[in-house]
């Protein structure tokens, strides 16, 4: 792996190790990037670091937050500007590493939560499912400023001999970077995702949720409903369309199916309430909105389903394996690094093979088969390796590599 030189300040070992991680906005409840990066930034802290975010924008609600660009208006703030203010603090701060979610080539790390943007936008284009669509969708992406200068400063840092260490949070991101830009392998270190593995659960909120969606789809515990979980913001590009059509499917084949769905999620929902109508499963489908804390809505659901057309490594997968929930989602998400096809879930290669996906869901409304998958989840520890602790570890074990090299 070849490192960036630096002639920054080389600490002593007695001297508490500072990380600098760059992101564009310190706020978790924008999505999972956002809330990873905080994760991150916590599980490092717990290895006796100390973690500084450096952010354009948001709320800087801890002494360790750092908002470098409040006084510019808009939500965003374009890549020069940031650039700008965080060499200013840069020039005025110490920090042994330089952790960036932003193609800056300044960084140490360069770990992109949302994969390569040339991937990204080839997928999002992807996920409108017309050809002309398609098309247009990719034009006016490359063609947008903002989107355009991300992606030619990631393809700049990319195929430069001494940028920094791309460490790809799953293999699918590792991929992207060796396709879209030839980066060589020795740049790029795979880092998978990860969430946190203890979480609280409320029993008496589970309790009411699981009671209300029961009185929604008019259902008693009797019925024995097997219930599949699909979680997002994004309904498109996670590929709910592909998802109700094989609902309806399904309906057509097995008529006393016993699969329902809930949908979580804050994305607009009438035009997926409208096709349900349409293939009759509307029944059969309940949507809950916004949910503030999914771990309730994973303890009454039996499968987590997500068949997206683009996800670097989606937490909710991973929170749904922590869960002991079998998974089915696709290879165009990179968190299928982390369980095994056909023993922890199920792997459909393409969101709009509408046959294999509701193959999936029927495999899954047998229980035998649920709790064959779940009990495979517990017996090959998938927790450990899914933990942000063990992300945290690994990035520190790169810090190392990076301070030793740079001596």
Known sequence: MFLSPANRFIMTPSMKRTIAVIIERADVTLGGAERSVFELASALSLLDMQVHVLAAKGQANAKNIHVLCHHVSGKRVGLRTFAKAIKKHLSENHYDIIHSTLPFDFADVYQPRGGAYAESILRNAASYRNNSLEYYKRFTAFANFRRGSLLRAEKRLSQKPNGPVIAAISTYVAEQFKHHYHTTEQRITVISN?????????????????????????????????????????????????????????????????????????????????????????????????????????????????????????????????????????????????FADNRHGKLIDNPENIDDLAQAINYFTDTANIKKASEAILADNLKENISINRAAEQLNSLYDLILQRRR
């Open 194 to 338: 990860g969430v946190k593995t203890k979480k609280e659960i409320d029993r008496a909120q589970t309790d009411r949720l699981r009671s209300q969606i029961l009185a929604e789809l008019c259902l008693k515990e009797a019925d024995n409903p097997v219930f599949f979980l699909f979680a997002a913001n994004n309904f498109r590009l996670k590929g709910l369309a592909c998802l109700i059509e094989a609902f309806g499917l399904l309906a057509k084949q097995e008529k006393n199916h016993s699969a329902y769905l809930i949908v979580a999620g804050r994305g607009r929902s009438a035009k997926y309430r409208h096709l349900a109508k349409k293939l009759a499963v509307e029944k059969r489908i309940v949507f809950l909105g916004k949910v503030r804390h999914i771990q309730n809505a994973l303890t009454i659901s039996d499968i987590a389903i997500l068949p997206t057309f683009y996800d670097p490594c989606s937490r909710f997968i991973l929170e749904a394996l922590v869960a002991e929930k079998p998974v089915i989602t696709t290879r165009f998400n990179g968190a299928s690094d982390l």
